[in-house]
């Protein structure tokens, strides 16, 4: 009995009748992965990149970021990793990208985008993370920041697996990229949604513009309406597709994710255990009827309430 109790806190998160959803979590460091909460996840469903090149004058060579991916992947202990390529811009400034001046830097040069002027910025983090991955025998999965299309993420797909890596995603977080979904999953394995930028492009609202918090929050029914489109191509396509913005940080939002049909959630560690408590306290039905009741409010303040009347307390 002792040792169900324990299981329970680690692996994937299951509904009150078994419905899996993995836990995984949001990190930048090997550091955030020490720790009992971050123990309890399945592997890491965001591991950012940006740390090792900020306050540099040159980008850091294969080696020494080989090195520093090798770590986290170390520290992952046989789980599997999902590491992002450098999302960098002018609204998050390199000073090697040379790039100040962009009068929107929010809708300029970011992400997956940078690699349209330096392609072989990209192709040398590529080699670094199979470099990494071959070193430490990892379950190394790779993704893209940024991708509005299709074709870019073939292109991305492309030349991934051509630097060795055969698991390979992108990230939905530009509308249009949600809205084609089940043409992404025809050139990549795997859908991740950032519902933190996904929200600024989807709003139009500046995701540092704290006046504009209510279009930004999660709960907001058009952002949710998004997610469910990419979870629909995930089952028609069967290839996985998670969350990894703040809204799986949501223990109640997290059940609304798992009802529109989204396979994985990935966090901070601290949130880990709320959200396994609040999936754990609902059924795989009663996930899809909260998820219904949040498409259909008119706002996020709405479907927050609407949700939070019916959902069941955590055990
Ligand atoms: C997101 O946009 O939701 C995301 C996870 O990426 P970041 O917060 O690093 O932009
Ligand atoms: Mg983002």
Redesign the pocket.
Known sequence: VRRGRADRSRGPGRTADGHEVKLLVNIGSAAELRGEEAAGAEGVG?F?TELLFLDRTTAPGIEEQSRAYAEVFAAVGGRPVVIRTL?AGADKPLPFLDQAGEPNPALGVRGLRIARRRPEGLRTQLHAIELAARRTGADVRVMA?MVATAAEAGEFATTARGAGLDTVGVMV?VPAAALRARRLLEKVDFLSV?????SQYAFAADRQCGDLADLLDPWQPALLELIAGCATAGRTRGRPVGV??EAAADPLLAVVLAGLGVGSLSMSPRALAPVRAALAAHSLADCERLAALALAADDAEQARAAVRREARPAP
């Open positions: 965001l950012r999302d920041p977080e950032g519902t933190n930028d996904l990894c913005g």
